[in-house]
């Protein structure tokens, strides 16, 4: 593994898009709950109108979003094996790094939810010493389950790579 900052599997932008979705949607229905009781005062023909084209607006508006999020979210996630560590970077508005020592991976796990398989890609789950997080997933596969690291979406392939290469760190680390 050579020293530059690579990008994810292409196929991680629908699982961006949809979490956007879910977000987006769950907020709508919130709002939109309270904004149909402020369309009907009366005339009910009129206000379904109404509704149909706020609805229908704001439709748009999510898609559009998702997208603009998903192409940013996939430019801007980046994973890196250095001599030493596993080096992480992503962030649209609010950038976050982090650094996991070799010294202290423990495990390295590789899932393939639904969409993954679909999309011909894995997730890819790093343990580390003394860390304790919640177990969590995301609603698509893609999340830490306890991890300290994960990389979301890399080609099969390069999975298997990423675990072998990690596991030959720690095995030399440990004297296996």
């Not at 196929?11 to 402020?38: E, K």
């Not at 950038?95 to 423990?106: D, E, T």
């Not at 969590?136 to 099969?156: C, D, F, K, L």
Request: net charge positive; charged share 15%.
């Amino acid at each position: 593994m050579n020293n530059i900052m690579r990008t994810l599997h292409p196929g991680v932008r629908w699982i961006f898009r949809f979490n956007t979705y879910s977000i987006f949607i769950t907020i709508f229905f919130f709002v939109g709950l309270f904004g149909i009781s402020i369309f009907l005062d009366g005339d009910l023909l009129g206000s379904l109108s109404n509704i149909g084209k706020a609805f229908l607006t704001i439709l748009i508006l999510i898609i559009i979003i998702g997208e603009i999020y998903a192409r940013l979210a996939y430019q801007f996630w980046k994973y890196d094996f250095t001599n030493t560590e596993l080096k992480i970077e992503s962030g649209i508005i609010w950038k976050k790094y982090k650094s996991i020592p070799y010294q202290r991976i423990q495990n390295v796990e590789i899932h393939r939810g639904l969409i993954a398989r679909i999309c011909g890609f894995s997730n890819i789950a790093i343990h580390t010493a003394g860390y304790s997080a919640p177990v969590h997933r995301g609603i698509w596969g893609v999340g830490g389950s306890g991890a300290e690291g994960g990389i979301p979406s890399v080609s099969i392939e390069e999975g298997e790579k990423i675990r072998q290469f990690v596991m030959n760190k720690i095995g030399k680390k440990s004297g296996i």
